[in-house]
């Protein structure tokens, strides 16, 4: 598939429609992102990281 | 159709026919450009031109005929340039300066216009489908003048980012191109504002309403990619300010990352312009930045011996602090900065790879002065010490593709980060890992 840069440049020579190329743009996933507060802190971050580098 | 003739061989033949136009109907005290010998040899090499890319060459090889004729005559005779067997060639001059103009066998000539070299990444992937295209098209790139702002708003201190960018990039001098008389057939802009920057502004040749009479096409690929998830928080505010940059209102073509995106930016400038416009205009199709994200992975050749030594094979911890945090509060962000470098100094599990924004200094020094001691004393003892990483490079893929995780600021670093599946945290300024909780609101 091609990349993010090759669909903008085919839109803007117009060598096909801007509106098709839209459909195809797919962007990654959002991932989740913790929020620091009386849940979750900064060592945890760490323990987590330790936790999957213990586990590999 | 055959071999296209290069963009710049293209405005060069319109420039010297244009210069040409003007020696002929400059008057007696008009000091010509060029020496009639240059204009001949300048005919004999369009002529050529004519018949190696296939232009109408019966057409304009009874003209150059002429032309050539009339300037040997009078180049003989000492008459150049106000003579009146030269002034009768005006008409024809201009006519095959304006069936050159239209002339379709010319390959399109974009021109990508970065400031900031660390913010390459929003255009780098297309200019690299553009540079691939040398069949079909000419890519350049212009790196232009930029300043950092004075807390009155008055311009400080001038950059050019030239040396930053990867070598061997096909890089024009703006000093010595005049961009509305080169008419690029499209200019790539990342850069939204005119005098409203608050942190710095590109020199006002550049400015988005300038620009979009230098070109046929002005294109605005924004350095900022949102999260959809926060386009609407807090009322859309940050939509609704870059939505009001001048780039919004001059551009032909507006690049976004996704629909929501797109939807986000619409909704507010639907107030200014139609629906069915900005349909027109704005286009959900991709970030480049994500290009770089998906294409730039752990390579040890990019990764200094120092910071090398300083991983020594342990989890990397991405920190990451950003404008934005920095303006709602800018006295307790410094604070959260030291408390985590105190954590993490502390903490020796895991290494800090710290990563400010590259305007992030700028923006102390020019909105916050009184905070900037307290700020420098701060890197510098953290960069003496050396127990983590200290990342001022524009490259912030190199530290997304070496960290294992992310802590800071809910910034377009995070957006892109998020993608990669790897843990994340936001930082809470009010929160403290070392010693005291803040009591007091941001």
């Known amino acids: 598939m091609r990349d993010n840069g090759e669909r903008i440049y085919a839109g ?40 999957e580098s213990k586990g590999a | 159709m055959g071999k296209m003739m290069d963009f710049h061989t293209h405005r060069r033949i319109l420039g010297i026919l244009a210069e040409m136009g003007e020696d002929i109907s400059g008057g007696k005290k ?30 304009y090889g009874k003209m150059l005929e ?16 106000v003579k ?24 399109k000539g974009i021109v990508f216009l970065p400031y900031l070299a660390s913010m390459w ?19 350049y790139i212009m790196p232009i003048p930029y300043c ?42 990342h850069n939204p504002y005119e005098d409203r920057g608050k942190i710095n502004c590109v020199d006002y040749h550049y400015y988005p309403s300038v620009l979009k009479n230098c070109t046929d096409k002005l294109v605005y690929i924004p350095y900022f990619i949102s999260w959809d ?78 910071w090398q030594e300083i991983i020594d094979g342990r989890k990397v911890i991405l920190y990451n602090t950003s404008i934005q945090e920095f303006l709602t ?29 590259p305007l992030l200094l700028d923006s102390v020094k020019s909105m916050y002065p009184e905070l900037l001691p307290r700020y420098e004393e701060m890197v510098e003892t953290y960069r003496a010490e050396a127990w983590g990483i200290y990342d001022e490079s524009g490259d912030m893929y190199r530290a997304i593709a070496w960290s294992d995780a992310y802590y800071g600021d809910a910034s377009s670093v995070a957006v892109l980060y998020s993608m990669t599946g790897k843990p994340m945290l936001a930082s809470n300024c009010k929160i403290r890992n070392c010693g005291k909780e803040e009591k007091h609101a941001g």
């Open chain 1, 12 to 51: 803007l020579m117009e060598r096909e429609d801007m509106q098709k190329l839209e459909e195809e743009n797919r962007p990654p996933r959002e991932g989740d992102f913790r929020w620091e507060d009386d849940k979750y802190k900064l060592p945890e971050l760490v323990e987590i990281l330790l936790r």
């Open chain 2, 30 to 59: 008009h000091k010509s450009s060029r020496a009639p010998g240059e204009y001949l040899n300048f005919f004999a090499e369009l002529k050529a031109l004519c018949r190696e890319y296939d232009f109408h060459q019966a057409h």
């Open chain 2, 66 to 81: 002429r032309l050539t004729t009339t300037l040997e005559k009078a180049a003989r005779k000492g008459h150049f340039p």
């Open chain 2, 84 to 107: 009146k067997e030269l002034r009768q060639c005006e008409e024809m001059l201009s006519e095959l300066a304006a069936g050159l103009k239209k002339e379709k066998n010319v390959k």
């Open chain 2, 121 to 139: 990444d929003c255009m780098e992937s297309v200019w690299q489908a553009a540079d691939s295209d040398k069949e079909h098209c000419n890519a």
């Open chain 2, 148 to 189: 950092n702002m004075k807390e009155d708003g008055t311009p400080n201190e001038w950059f050019l980012d030239v040396k930053k960018f990867p070598p061997g990039l096909p890089l024009l001098p703006w000093d010595k191109t005049d961009l509305s008389k080169l008419h690029p057939d499209i200019i790539v802009i």
């Open chain 2, 229 to 306: 998830k926060a386009l609407q928080v807090a009322g859309g505010e940050r939509v609704k300010t870059l939505a009001n940059a001048s780039a919004f209102w001059h551009s032909d073509v507006i690049i976004m990352n996704t629909k929501a995106e797109k939807e986000a930016y619409i909704k507010v400038l639907e107030e200014w312009h139609t629906r069915k416009n900005l349909e027109k205009r704005i286009f959900a199709l991709g970030s480049p930045k994500i290009d770089k994200l998906l294409h730039t992975g752990r390579d040890k050749k990019n990764l200094p011996e120092k």
């Open chain 2, 329 to 357: 509060a800018p006295e307790l962000f410094i604070e959260k900065i030291r408390d985590t470098l105190e954590y993490f100094r502390r903490e020796r599990k895991a290494v800090l790879w710290w990563r400010p924004h």
